[in-house]
C-alpha cells in the first residue's frame, strides 16, 4: 500500500485529526508542476519533501504532455482501500443557466442539445443514414456553456487582481498555479455571525483559532463559512456574508497559506455594502482589499463554495483543482475535502 501522508508539523491542538493523516486518492496527477531541467519535477512542495521516495518510486511513472511548451505530469499511484476510511464532501455549487449568483451581466449560460438532437449531429458525419436507424434514435446529449470563469464554484488567480506582484513579477495565471497549492490541511473558520458587508480582521481570525484550538501552518487552506452560505441561487446572494479584509488576508498569507475559500460571492465583502462605505469615506483602499493585497504574497481565492457548515473546524482535508484555462484568471472548480473517520479511534 502506498500513501502520501500530509508533513508533520499540522498538528492541531484542538478538535482536528492527527496529523499525517492520509490523503484519500488513489492517485494525484500532479501537471503543469515546476519541472527542473530533467524533466523532474522541483520538491517544493511539502508533499514532495521526500525527493527520494519520487526518485525511486515515480520515475518510472512519468507522463509528458504536449501543448505548444512540455509539460510534465506525474502519476502517483496510491491505494483506494483509504477511500473507505474518509467521507468525501462536494463543496462546489451546481453550475445553471441563469441561475442567480452574479451581476446580471455574468450569469451563466448552458445550450443542452439532448439525445433527440443529438441524433441529428451524429447522423451528420455519417452521409445516408437516417437518424431514426440509431438505437432507440438518440443520438449524443451535448451542453454548450458560455459564462465566465469566475462562474460557479471557481478558483481566482494572482492574475484576477494584479498583472504583477510587488516585486514586479508577473502574476500567476490559473494554468500556472502549482497543485500543490491546491492540496493540503482543511481549516474553517465560522463567520456565519458576522453582518452582511462585515470586513473580518486578523484579530476575529486569532480568537476563531484560538476557539478551534489550531494555528495555522503553510500549506493550509483556509475556508471562511459566512451568512452567504446556502444563499446561492438566492436573489440575495451576492449581498450577503462577511468580507476578508486586507490584514485578515495578509495574516493568513504571511504564514504560508496559498489557497483560501469562501461560500460568498467574493473573497472580499460584498461589494453593495463596500459601496456604500465608499460613498461615505471616498476611501479608495477599502475596495477589493483583500485581492489586492495578494500583490504581497500570492494567492488563490476558492469562491461561492458550499456545504462548509459540514465540516468541522478542522481536522479534514481538501483537493480543489482549478480547471486549467490558459493564461486565464480563474478556473472553474470542483473542491472536495476529505474527513478521515478513523480521527479519533
Ligand atoms: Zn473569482
Same mark, same amino acid.
Given at each position: 500500500?502506498?500513501?502520501?501522508? /500530509? ?16 490523503? /484519500? ?15 523532474? #519535477? ?16 515515480? =520515475? ?6 504536449? #501543448?505548444?511548451?512540455?509539460? &510534465? ?13 474518509? +467521507? ?7 453550475? #445553471? ?7 446580471? =451581466? ?5 445550450e443542452y442539445v439532448d439525445n433527440k438532437r443529438g441524433a441529428l449531429q451524429l ?36 492574475? %484576477?487582481?494584479?498583472?504583477? #506582484? ?9 494554468? *500556472?498555479?502549482?497543485? *500543490? ?9 465560522? /463567520?456565519? %455571525? ?8 486578523? %484579530? ?6 484560538? +476557539? ?41 498569507? *504571511? ?17 453593495? %455594502? ?45 483537493? &480543489? ?5 490558459? +493564461?486565464? &484568471? ?14 479519533? *479511534?
Amino acid at each position: 500500500m502506498e500513501y502520501i501522508s /500530509f508533513p508533520q508539523g499540522n498538528a492541531c491542538k484542538g478538535n482536528c485529526a492527527p496529523a499525517g493523516q492520509d490523503l /484519500f486518492l488513489n492517485q494525484i496527477d500532479i501537471g503543469a508542476s515546476p519541472v527542473n531541467s530533467d524533466g523532474f #519535477m522541483t520538491p517544493s512542495c511539502p508533499l514532495m519533501a521526500a525527493p527520494s521516495y519520487y526518485n525511486n518510486k515515480l =520515475s518510472d511513472n512519468r507522463h509528458f504532455y504536449s #501543448m505548444g511548451k512540455a509539460y &510534465s505530469g506525474q502519476v502517483i499511484p496510491l491505494d483506494k482501500g483509504n477511500l473507505m476510511y474518509g +467521507k468525501i464532501i462536494d463543496l462546489s455549487v451546481p453550475l #445553471m443557466s441563469g441561475i442567480a449568483s452574479d451581476p446580471e =451581466s455574468f450569469l451563466p449560460e448552458i445550450e443542452y442539445v439532448d439525445n433527440k438532437r443529438g441524433a441529428l449531429q451524429l447522423a451528420e458525419s455519417f452521409p445516408g443514414l437516417d437518424p431514426r436507424e440509431l438505437p432507440r434514435q438518440e443520438g449524443w446529449a451535448v451542453e454548450f456553456v458560455r459564462m465566465s470563469t469566475h462562474a460557479g464554484t471557481h478558483m481566482d488567480a494572482p492574475y %484576477h487582481y494584479h498583472s504583477h #506582484m510587488d516585486d514586479g513579477s508577473a502574476s500567476k495565471t490559473i494554468d *500556472e498555479i502549482p497543485l *500543490e497549492w491546491c492540496i493540503g490541511p482543511g481549516v474553517k473558520l465560522d /463567520f456565519r %455571525h458576522f453582518p452582511d458587508g462585515y470586513v473580518a480582521t486578523a %484579530h476575529d481570525i486569532e480568537r476563531e483559532l484560538a +476557539k478551534i484550538g489550531h494555528h495555522i501552518t503553510a500549506g493550509d487552506i483556509v475556508l471562511v463559512n459566512t451568512a452567504a452560505g446556502g444563499r446561492y441561487g438566492s436573489e440575495d446572494f451576492i449581498h450577503r456574508g462577511c468580507g476578508m479584509g486586507r490584514e485578515a488576508t495578509l495574516y493568513l498569507t *504571511e504564514r504560508g497559506v496559498r489557497v483560501v475559500g469562501t461560500d460568498a460571492w467574493s473573497w472580499d465583502a460584498p461589494f453593495s %455594502h463596500t459601496r456604500t462605505k465608499f460613498e461615505q469615506s471616498g476611501d479608495v483602499s477599502l475596495i477589493w482589499e483583500g485581492h489586492y493585497a495578494g500583490s504581497q504574497y500570492p494567492y488563490c481565492q476558492i469562491e461561492k463554495l458550499c456545504n462548509l457548515e459540514l465540516l468541522p473546524p478542522c481536522g479534514f482535508n481538501v483537493i &480543489s483543482l482549478p480547471v486549467k484555462v490558459y +493564461k486565464a &484568471s480563474a478556473g472553474w472548480a470542483r473542491p472536495v475535502a476529505f474527513i478521515d473517520e478513523r480521527a479519533g *479511534e
